[in-house]
């Protein structure tokens, strides 16, 4: 059985890596078709476009927390930026309507803005340190975004918020416009997927990248990565910019897509479980990642609709089961379930198999050694 | 601004430090033996308070049994407010947190997230979502006036208790063999084993006497208050993280100073007029701009060696801190570094651009003297507290006890 299991898993390891991402993009891209053949209601399609939300949030984080080992629990403040800076210049607000492009760009720029002013005082802080000094940042910002009422119209959120038009023009025309318009759940999935594979691919190459690398150094052991000439505040900054960045980027989609918006899609529970989708997929890996995103954005929800559980009593055991799944992976599989190479070699123990082996072999030089000298 | 209120809305303010004082001792305790931050400590205090208050309702306590028996139902009440964190602090650092000892900084500290989310879900799978109300004794709205103020009984009681539990974990701490153990324990975790302590024992005793403390707040917060919610533990655990922050983590009189900072601000940040406040800005630039010019010049100098002491070498020094715009543009453009001392012109510039900043803030609150800030804002001056202290002095008001151990 276990030699089975073993060449089972030995074939898998050489299929290149290229035909898994394409498979899980065609089977991505093939999942609307369920809708459209009425083999799966439309519910199911939101619940996509969620998952795949959540998919780009939780790749974000894992600039930061998986790459660079910042833990970032305010994370969904920069969500907020991009969700509201959005809805503030397609909404009928202020009476503006900007063209999709301008809003999506301005929105990742102001989330990656936000993210430099936080980044600039306290990347120097110690990796704990770090993470309750961005705790107390994603609160200021909901309770800010709550009190400045005139502004954000505070708990009632911003509503009404305009469906993208990808070709210019303020106007829902006829024809190609409005062929243009993207106002319907199976073309919101279509557009985050693309957003969310660019994403990937983008995130995927800067891993392997000089950048990546130094973040990775800068995870391993930061006075070893400074020694050897990274400039440790630029590497982090650059990750925490960048990371602030998608969040705002998926932010703006986020708005575009609910329509409405309120400080209480920003709680920090949130956050809490963008990085439970981290440490359940593995922190560093991207296609764990986007799994263990994917698992516990959708995974409830099926469960939700087979159980036909009450709301409120859901969301208890909900919350409940993430607690128990964050200790349980931290404590016994803290490399996630599709781990990284270089953290399911840094978060266990060294196996003590692979500890003998070594050990046998400094015990056969040391009786070479004698051999000769007799 | 009557004198009358100001004096109301201090004791308000100590006795809301007091209570983060509890709960805050409980994360610096923790934090000097272990290095990390239990974040699952303010669900501990949601569950003192509740199966305190749960006590009280189960049985049926009100005006009209004898005082003595009331007297026996709160005793009971606050031993069930003891002793069942007790028990859940000690199976959360055997579950949770045991097995992570030595792994890295945020690994533990996830493991606490999960715990603080569990522990919030399972009180409301256990006491519903619903917030707990206290059943109205007179003794808890008891008040009594002096000349003129009105104070709350309880809030004595509040400030009294927490003063004795204080001082009960100092001389804990200083004078018993216990203490001594958690001591060596928080100074090198090896070395306190090769001497024959138990670390184990030790650690589980300090989450123990931490979560025995959160418990005794929720019962006083409960009381106070008349009602507590399930999520409460995480605004008052984060606040009381503040204060131990604040006051220098790890540093258990420091926890006590920073609580009553952190509870004062807040109290006298909303309820006092800007014109008022603006004095302990002006009083905190005045202490600030003495500290740079005078006290750190001189126990820098304290490290050099005599032959380095030329005068003209200790004015160098002296200027770089003399944080006029003058002398710190000046530093700026000479770029004057020394590593010995850890001055540079950057550190001079940054020192300087905070005092023109401080100076600013005191000129807005005096430019608008009579204004208030509104209540809605009160939550967010401890987050905004935490980030400034962090950012500008993470070792704290006391010690530097963040210090790393290479």
Known sequence: MAAMTERISSVLARVPRGVYMALAVVLAAGFPLLNVIGVVETAWLRVGVMSLLFVMLALGLNIVMGETGLLNLGYIAFFAFGAYTTALLSSPKFELRWPFLAVVVVSTLIAMLAGFVIGLPTLRLRGDYLAIVTLAFGEIVRLTIINLQGFTNGP????????????????????????????????YYYLVLVAVVVVSILLANLKNSRVGRAW????????????????????KMLSVVLSAGIAGFAGSLYAYYSNVISPESFLFMQSVIVVCMVVLGGMGSIPGVVVGAIVLQALPQVIRQAAGAARSDFEVYRMLIFGVLIVVMVIFRPEGLLPDKLWRRESHEVDPRELEKTRQSLFDLEEGEKDLEV | MSLDHIVSVTIGGLTVGMIYALIALGYTMVYGVLKFINFAHGEVFTIGGYVAAFTLLGLGVNDDMSPLVLAGCVVLALLAAVLVPMAIGFLIERIAYRPLRGRSRIIPLLSAIGVSIVMQQLIILVFGPAPVSMPSLA????????????????????????SALMLGLTYLVKSTRIGKAMRATSQDMEAAEMMGIDTNKTIAFTFVVGSALAGIGGFLVVMYYGSLKYDAGFLYGLKAFTSAVLGGIGNIPGAVVGAIVLGMT?????????????????????????????????????????????????????????????????????ERTDALLSVSAAHAVRLMFGNL??????????ANASVRIDTRWQPVIAFVVLMVILMFRPSGILGEAITEKV
Do not use: C
């Open chain 1, 216 to 235: 990775n150094a800068l995870r391993e052991d930061e006075l070893a990565a400074i020694s050897s000439g990274i400039t440790a505040s630029r590497a």
């Open chain 2, 139 to 162: 003794v808890g709205s008891a008040s009594f006036v002096v000349f003129g103020i009105r104070i709350r009984v309880l809030a004595l009681v509040i400030i009294a208790v927490s």
């Open chain 2, 357 to 366: 900043f401080l100076a600013v803030v005191a000129a807005v609150m005096f």
């Open chain 2, 266 to 334: 807040e109290t006298y940040g909303v309820s006092l007029d800007l014109g008022f406040m603006a004095w302990f800005v002006v009083a905190g630039l005045i202490l600030g701009l003495y500290v740079q010019m005078v006290r750190v010049p001189r126990r820098r100098l304290q490290h050099i060696a005599d032959d380095r002491r030329t005068p003209a070498y200790e004015k160098s020094i002296t200027d770089v801190y003399r944080l006029t715009p003058y002398y710190g543009f000046k530093t700026l453009l000479a």
């Open chain 1, 156 to 187: 009632n959120g911003i509503t009404g918020i305009y469906s993208p038009l990808l070709a210019g023009g303020s106007e829902v025309k006829t024809g190609l416009a409005a062929w243009l318009t993207v106002d319907k759940p199976i073309e």
